[in-house]
């Protein structure tokens, strides 16, 4: 799980699926599966184009998503 900043906004896996959301209200931003490239881009668009997030929580979850999606395709 990850926190970004203001607190609002959690990044968690959730049954195998990243869930971005509003922690207050539950509302998803996006969820994708990190082992799947094709999942990842799409969700990393997302991100950049939603007004629900300042530009630093955008970096924050990019960083965040990028992480999760590394440790799902790392092949342990």
């Known amino acids: 799980m990850a926190t970004l900043p ?41 991100i950049w184009l939603t007004d629900l997030l300042d530009p630093e929580a955008k970096c924050f979850a990019a960083f965040w998503t990028g992480y999760f999606h590394a440790h799902a395709t790392r092949g342990f």
Do not use: C, H, M, W
């Open 6 to 46: 203001g607190e609002q906004f959690l990044l968690q896996q959730i049954d195998g699926e990243v869930v971005l959301f509003d922690r207050y209200t539950e509302a998803e931003v996006v969820r994708f599966d990190p082992a799947d490239p094709n999942s990842f881009g799409p969700a990393l668009k997302t």
